[in-house]
């Protein structure tokens, strides 16, 4: 396609539609978090009811991202052959079933199952969401529609580390949150199956040239090099740290170490993935003034080992808030650049997509470890010891693999 005809179409006006497919897309990915982040706050109470223990518990978030692990890689083939609106519907629905079983489970057996199913969307929508939202929205509107669309996660972690003990003080019923799981993933289901459809040939966004020659088929081994794998390393590693063993167990170690009601473990916890929020939207334009993603990855994990060294073993209110503000502040510039690396590393086009299969994978297995990691040192070593043992090691690590590295 030539340069003006790639501009023509970019400069196409937005059509009115690709806001409804925006907003119907975020609340069909916003299933996942919802499901994911309902377990948290309710550790204490999830124990009582079940016999986990603190080395067990961790679990409920670790099978979740079993399905997403296996099909990181395959998801964006498995998509393109079933349709996007199908697929979600297919994972949708997965959601819904278990939540069914959860609400129903007698055991702890069955109740992992229920997480299984409830996790299927964790390893798609983070492909299908950019998939449809590339569909509808020119290149010069797709970064603001993807920038509203990324923050699924962390808005629903805030979301929902408030909206559970709210929900479980009004009945004393763990079943509220998953009714309330259920019912949200039924809406979603419902608006999905009404609202999405394929956008007409004039809408389509610049890369569907039909007069291009189809793309060659391109191995996916040629993308892996030694700089994708230390960035699918450090991005693993990261994760065990932040997303799996903040998120999973800081709200139980609250409520268990301090003697914090759930609404302060969850509010307190909240915070650290809001300022995640308004992080992200800076750290892009930070970024690119320093000219840098490498040192901005590194000095953010500098940073965090810090703040981790401090997060389960503060003795003060006011050290407990640096280590959090820290924790809030600083990994948007890991994922962020993490993510904005993967072009720099693999220049090919037809090759990105491995890449970013690459940092969901990665994502997937350390959140994975690190739901459970920490469970299994606390019995014998503390939240103090056994978080230092795991997380600080770690870390360094990430920073030792990020100045493998080759990217500005």
Not at 50 to 79: C, E, K, Q, R, Y
Not at 239 to 257: R, S
Not at 301 to 307: K, S, Y
Not at 342 to 350: L, T, Y
């Amino acid at each position: 396609m030539s340069a003006t005809a790639t501009q023509a179409i970019d400069n196409r006006p937005t059509p009115r539609y690709a806001w409804v497919i925006l907003a119907v897309v975020f609340i069909a990915s916003f299933t996942v978090p919802v499901n994911f982040f309902k377990v948290p706050t309710l550790g204490p109470v999830m124990m009582e009811a079940f016999g986990f223990t603190a080395d067990t518990f961790g679990w409920l978030m670790s099978v979740f991202t079993i399905v997403s692990i296996v099909l990181a890689f395959p998801a964006a083939g498995i998509a393109k052959k079933v349709g996007i609106k199908k697929i979600s519907l297919v994972v949708i629905a997965s959601c819904i079933v278990g939540g069914l079983i959860g609400v129903f489970a007698t055991s702890q057996g069955m109740l992992l199952v229920s997480r299984v199913f409830e996790g299927v969307g964790m390893g798609f929508f983070g492909v299908l969401a950019p998939a449809a939202l590339a569909q509808w929205f020119p290149a010069r509107r797709f970064g603001l529609a993807a920038g509203i669309w990324g923050i699924w996660m962390p808005f629903g972690s805030v979301v929902m580390m408030n909206l559970v003990p709210a929900l479980y003080a009004s009945t004393g019923a763990w079943q509220t949150i998953w009714w309330f799981a259920i019912g949200f993933s039924i809406v979603a289901f419902i608006l999905f199956l009404i609202l999405y459809k394929e956008p007409d040939q004039d809408v389509q966004p610049a890369a569907e040239d039909q007069s291009a020659a189809p793309a060659k088929k391109v191995s996916m081994l040629k993308a892996f090099s030694v700089s994708l794998i230390m960035l699918g390393i450090m991005f693993a590693v990261y994760n065990v740290c932040i997303n799996g063993t903040v998120n999973t167990f800081f709200p139980t170690f609250l409520q268990m170490e301090h003697g914090m009601d759930m609404a302060a473990a969850g509010f307190i916890t909240s915070v650290i993935t809001f300022m995640n929020i308004i992080c992200s939207m800076a750290v892009g334009v930070i970024s690119d003034k320093l000219g840098t993603r490498k040192w901005c990855i590194v000095g953010a994990l500098v940073i965090l080992t810090i703040a981790c060294w401090f997060l389960f073993s503060f003795t003060s209110d006011s050290m407990m808030w640096i280590a959090i503000v820290l924790c809030g502040l600083f990994p948007p510039f890991v994922s962020t650049c993490a993510t904005a690396a993967v072009p720099e590393i693999i220049p090919n086009k037809e090759n990105q997509g491995t890449g970013m299969a690459m940092l969901g994978f990665s994502s997937s297995i350390g959140s994975f470890v690190g739901g459970v990691a920490l469970g299994w040192l606390v019995p014998s070593m503390g939240w103090s010891m056994g978080s230092h043992v795991l997380l600080i090691p770690l870390l360094v690590l990430a920073i030792v693999c990020t100045l493998f590295i080759k990217v500005r």
